[in-house]
């Protein structure tokens, strides 16, 4: 686009300048004219003048033409850009939610992950449909290579490719560590950690390709300073900020871009069913006092998914929260 651009300013002043050129030729003509009556006779000087009005007009249409060209190529352009293809993982509710509207808002094409919710899956997709944006629901768990597979494959069969991945999903199995059975250590690692193993490499054998791509991992605060009854969901988003910073150096080389987002307390279904008590406890941790909304943490991921301002930044957690961790 640039180069269509530029090739066609340089057609576009020399085109002036020959306008201009031709102009002071006939004019020195008009002006030494050898014809009888000094500098030409009034039918030799309307003679002449006609023609520098005939130059003048074609050199003017000459720049008309030029412009219209530089316009028709500036359309063609924008219609060859295709928009972003996103997968966000969890996206039926909350965070995910939030993101995926706001990724479709942007202009992506989301594929909107789910585990069990088909129908708040199906309300986003419709929302996002209504702001003339694509979109496709997939339910599957994350945590399954087949079901990965067969989610790229579809956003692929659909769009062509896949651009962007948002790597959400997660499930809380709260419980002091020496309550804690092991099924439900193994179920918050299983989606948590590996869900997001899997779906990074799925995702990074496109993006590899292209030499192109953006993933963006939702962590969590506690996987940076802990938190009790939480030793499985701090372990596994511990370990989505250390796969986060290993993914982004391997990949690098293939200018694909990898961080990971770490929200505090976000409003949510959950929070709102917390007692006065409780809520009273959460906020005092919290220096700005308030509970982080969705929309926020979504537009932090907007930024770093499709905004050209981030592309010089790979392997950071950006966390989300309020101020709890500085």
């Known amino acids: 686009m640039a180069s269509v651009a530029g090739s066609n300013a340089v057609a576009l002043k020399s085109a002036a300048r020959f306008a201009d050129r031709s102009d002071q030729k006939f004019v020195q003509i008009s002006q030494w004219s050898p014809i009888s009556g000094g500098f030409g006779s009034v039918q030799a000087r309307t003679s002449i003048g006609l023609q520098c009005k005939s130059r003048r ?138 869900g997001v193993f899997l779906c990074t490499q799925a995702a990074a054998k496109i993006m590899m390709k292209k030499k192109k791509g953006k993933i963006i991992n939702i962590a969590s605060v506690v996987g940076l300073v802990g938190n009790v009854g939480q030793a499985n969901y701090s372990a596994a988003k511990a370990g989505v900020i250390g796969l986060t910073k290993t993914v982004a150096k391997e990949y690098a080389s293939r200018n694909i871009n990898v961080n990971a987002v770490a929200p505090g307390f976000i409003a949510s279904d959950m929070t709102a069913k917390l007692g006065d008590d409780i809520e009273k406890k959460i906020l005092e941790t919290i220096p700005l006092g308030r509970y982080g909304q969705p929309e926020e943490v979504a537009g932090l991921v907007e930024f770093l998914a499709v905004n050209p301002a981030s592309n010089y930044i790979t392997g950071q957690v950006f966390t989300i929260d309020g101020g709890m961790v500085m």
């Open 57 to 194: 007009s074609f050199a003017s249409s000459g720049v008309k033409a030029q412009v219209a060209t530089v316009e028709q190529a500036s359309t063609e352009a924008a219609q060859k850009v295709e928009a972003p293809v996103a997968i966000v993982t969890g996206a039926s509710r909350g965070i995910g939610k939030a993101v995926a509207l706001t990724l479709g808002k942007a202009g992506c094409k989301v594929l909107v992950n789910y585990a069990r919710s088909s129908k708040e899956a199906e309300e986003v997709s419709k929302e996002i449909e209504s702001y003339g944006g694509q979109a496709v629901t997939f339910g599957g768990d994350v945590s399954k290579e087949a079901d990965v597979e067969a989610m790229i494959k579809t956003a692929v069969d659909t769009w062509g490719t896949v651009d962007i991945l948002i790597n959400n999903a997660g499930i809380t199995r709260d419980t002091l560590l020496m309550r804690m059975k092991k099924s439900q250590w193994q179920e918050v690692i299983d989606l948590n950690l590996t």
